[in-house]
């Protein structure tokens, strides 16, 4: 049975004084991927930053319910260990903090439960196989140094290691090669199931070829003006944004009860 | 992980403990040669020694205070004791410590640590070293490692060919006042050849309000000598201002090897202006570790000065400022010889308004061709009320000197915490980790009781953070 996982309801938000989400609406259950598309800037990363929490980003209206509980106050950390994360479309270098002992300490926050060091080193070991992630990157920096690529992969393991309910990919895929996007696709792929849910923001239609999301939705302006299925991806990628203005907005699912 | 054992330093409740004060000898407030010559005849010294103090007394009364760096302005030194006795006598038993001053150890850890990993403890109550021991190997080595006191009397030879001759009266008001007042402390000498394998240790505390802390430590190797010395610091809590004016004097000799490591937790009314330096000759090499936490100033310094050719000098330090703090630290290394080298790296950390400076000197004489010095220093401040900042000196009188130098001035960034916690991991574990992160590349050379305890510091200084 799938149930709600998120519900977002006429979300407004700005950063310093800017406008920038203009009334999201968005209902996500578990099992479903939805996908989200847009031209640069229209505000895809700002909801993924809404969602997760991010300080810098103020909600000035609206709600987002996560499992039925209002989370428009909840701390960044507290989200994550309710099961939301976020693949960030650029992440942050940490020197001197490596990969293993970071995702060791944040697995332990996410679920309460202390990692044994062994035991911990055999999971990381098994979902870097998966990712076709060389073992010496457990012993780098965080980040430090990784080529655009590595990083991508190196949020994906992360997801794979602290096995999130909903997983927000802010383009995941962007700066993969090829076999990387396949690779990455297929990890993706193993670890959606019935019980958590993924909302991937991107701009190419490879990834989406492997995933078969089950919503595509068009975000122009800080609004969601359409939402289909892959042949809505693929109009897209032969026609590009420009049959997409926000004043044309036919709002998804909008005589939802907020 | 490991045990830990020289280091125990951390909950600063446990340091906090103070002793009712039981004085055999009190001197008067303010510094008189009457003072002076108390203190001497006190400890029954000779009378080169008399005269050294009563000259360095002479050098203080006419020093001006610093007007650089750290501001000195509430330090009131005629309130500050020169010298305070405990009412007990050295012992070599620790059965026969007395109970106060024992318990106060005891919650240090000393002679846990003495069992397991030390050679020899010289622990520092008040100005006099209360407890001496050192193990028997090292004594059929012709290892000596013993208190000032008993060393100028045991070996005054030695000690009057070296004493004060690095570090003299006439290099700053507080060095001035250390060679006055001067008391208690620690002695080694390494024979030629004689590697000690296990780390030699000592433990300064003062107990008395209003005390000051002048302890001289003396180490001394000899040719192919190899040491490692380890000064634990931590004081208890007043609310006088404490003074510590210590001196240290290394003399490291051809091809001998010394490791100096401390890491110095002051409690928060501290004045520490302490002195240090190294001489080293041909093909010999002085280590530096230094962890400077805790103190409401601190001043300090180490100087390595690389007289033989080949000479080499290395410094470790981390320096972390909370809130009304104001660290000055920093390494100064002296190119004297041909080839000579040098590697200082450094890294700062302020916090809640803490000021933390690198303050570094870089010197090469005209005969210092060929050598080669690497500077690398970083400060990190963890909010906006915070400062910290690097001041590296150069003075170069040769131009072939192979110089690398690289600072860094900044402060933690939003969208990295942001990141950890999106992972889950709290605002304090954030800022914690990208902390340890930061100092890693220091921790990581250190041996490992000192990797966890600088980390163990770190998490205990940034307690509270938030808010
Ligand atoms: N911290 C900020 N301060 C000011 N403006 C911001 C900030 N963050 C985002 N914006 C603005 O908000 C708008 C939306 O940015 P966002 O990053 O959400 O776009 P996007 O849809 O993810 O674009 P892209 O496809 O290029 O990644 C942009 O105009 C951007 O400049
Ligand atoms: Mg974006």
Same mark, same amino acid.
């Given at each position: 049975m799938n149930k709600k996982l998120l519900n977002v309801c006429n979300l407004k938000s700005k950063v310093e004084a800017e406008k920038i989400l203009q009334g999201i609406n968005l209902e996500v259950e578990t099992g479903e991927i939805h996908v989200i598309m847009g031209p640069n800037g229209s505000g895809k990363s700002t909801l993924a930053n809404v969602l997760m929490g991010h300080p810098e980003h103020e909600i000035t209206d609206g709600k987002v319910e996560f499992e039925g509980e209002n989370i428009n106050d909840l701390a960044v950390d507290k989200r994550a260990k309710k099961g939301i994360f976020l693949s960030f479309q650029y992440p942050q270098e940490i020197p001197g903090v490596t990969v293993e002992n970071f995702l060791r300490t944040a697995k332990t926050a996410v679920t309460g439960e202390n990692q044994s060091i062994f035991d911990f080193k055999f999971l990381l070991e098994d979902k870097m196989k998966l990712l076709d992630i060389d073992q010496s990157y457990a012993d780098r920096y965080l980040n430090k140094g990784f080529s655009g690529g590595e990083k991508k992969k190196n949020e994906i393991l992360q997801m794979a290691v602290l096995e999130p309910k909903l997983a927000i990919l802010d383009e995941t895929d962007s700066g993969l090669d090829v076999d990387a996007t396949r690779t990455v696709a297929e990890g993706i792929k193993k670890l959606a199931s019935d019980d958590n849910a993924m909302i991937i923001i991107t701009h190419h239609n490879q990834i989406l070829d492997y995933l078969q999301p089950d919503y595509v939705h068009v975000l122009v302006d800080g609004k969601i003006v359409k939402t289909g299925d892959m042949d809505l991806a693929r109009e897209i990628e032969k026609e590009g944004y420009a049959a997409y203005k926000p004043e044309k907005v036919e709002d998804y699912k909008s005589a939802k009860n907020c | 992980?490991?045990?830990?054992? @020289?280091?125990?330093?951390?909950?600063?409740?446990?340091?906090?403990?103070?002793?009712?004060?039981? *004085?055999?000898?009190?001197?008067?407030?303010?510094?008189?040669?009457?003072?002076?010559?108390? $203190?001497?005849?006190?400890?029954?010294?000779?009378?080169?020694?008399?005269?050294?103090?009563?000259?360095?007394?002479? $050098? *203080?009364? @006419?020093?001006?205070?610093?007007?650089?760096?750290?501001?000195?302005?509430?330090?009131?030194?005629?309130? $500050?004791?020169? *010298?305070?006795?405990?009412?007990?006598?050295?012992?070599?038993?620790?059965?026969?410590?007395?109970?106060?001053?024992?318990?106060?150890?005891?919650?240090?850890?000393?002679?846990?640590?003495?069992?397991?990993?030390?050679?020899?403890?010289?622990?520092?109550?008040?100005?006099?070293?209360?407890?001496?021991?050192?193990?028997?190997?090292?004594?059929? @080595?012709?290892?000596?490692?013993?208190?000032?006191?008993?060393?100028?009397?045991? *070996?005054?030879?030695?000690?009057?060919?070296?004493?004060?001759q690095l570090i003299t009266p006439n290099d700053h008001k507080f060095s001035a006042l250390h060679g006055a007042v001067w008391s208690g402390g620690s002695f080694v000498y390494v024979p030629a050849g004689v590697k000690v394998d296990i780390p030699l240790q000592s433990y300064f505390r003062f107990n008395a309000p209003g005390a000051g802390q002048f302890e001289h430590t003396l180490i001394i190797l000899e040719e192919g000598a190899e040491a490692h010395f380890i000064e634990g610091c931590s004081a208890p809590q007043y609310s006088i201002n404490n003074l510590h004016a210590g001196a240290v004097e290394l003399f490291v000799g051809e091809n001998a090897s010394l490791r100096y490591s401390t890491i110095e937790n002051w409690s928060r009314n501290m004045y520490n202006l302490n002195t240090k330096r190294a001489l080293v000759e041909e093909d010999g090499v002085i280590e530096w570790v230094s962890g400077s936490f805790g103190s409401k100033v601190s001043m300090l310094y180490p100087m390595s000065i690389l007289k033989g050719k080949g000479a080499r000098a290395e410094f470790t330090g981390v320096t972390f400022a909370a809130e009304g703090q104001y660290l000055d630290t920093g390494a100064q290394v002296i190119h004297a010889a041909p080839h000579t080298t040098s590697t200082v790296n450094t890294r700062s950390i302020a916090k809640g308004g803490g000021k933390a400076y690198y303050r570094g000197l870089l010197k090469a004489t005209e005969n210092a061709h060929h050598a080669k010095a690497t500077v690398s220093c970083e400060s990190l401040m963890l909010d906006n009320d915070s400062v910290s900042d690097t001041l590296p000196i150069m003075k170069l009188e040769t131009d072939d000197i192979d110089i690398g130098h690289e600072a860094k001035v900044g402060r933690i960034s939003e969208e990295s915490i942001y990141y950890l916690m999106s992972r889950g991991i709290d605002e304090e574990e954030a800022k914690a980790m990208i902390v340890r992160g930061f100092v890693e590349p220091i921790a990581k050379e250190l041996p490992l009781e000192y990797a966890v305890e600088l980390n163990n510091l770190i998490s205990l200084e940034l307690e509270g953070t938030i808010g």
């Open positions: - | 992980m490991s045990e830990k054992t @020289q280091v125990e330093d951390i909950d600063r409740s446990l340091h906090d403990t103070k002793n009712e004060n039981k *004085y055999r000898y009190k001197s008067e407030k303010g510094l008189t040669p009457e003072v002076i010559k108390d $203190i001497s005849r006190e400890k029954d010294e000779p009378q080169w020694m008399t005269d050294f103090r009563l000259k360095s007394l002479e $050098i *203080y009364q @006419q020093k001006e205070i610093p007007d650089w760096g750290a501001d000195l302005s509430d330090l009131n030194l005629d309130e $500050i004791i020169a *010298y305070i006795r405990p009412d007990a006598d050295l012992q070599s038993d620790w059965d026969e410590v007395p109970e106060e001053i024992k318990n106060t150890f005891d919650s240090l850890g000393i002679p846990e640590a003495e069992k397991k990993s030390l050679a020899g403890v010289g622990a520092q109550y008040d100005s006099e070293v209360v407890y001496h021991n050192l193990k028997e190997e090292l004594v059929e @080595q012709g290892v000596i490692y013993m208190d000032m006191e008993n060393a100028i009397k045991e *070996y005054e030879d030695v000690v009057k060919e070296h004493f004060m």
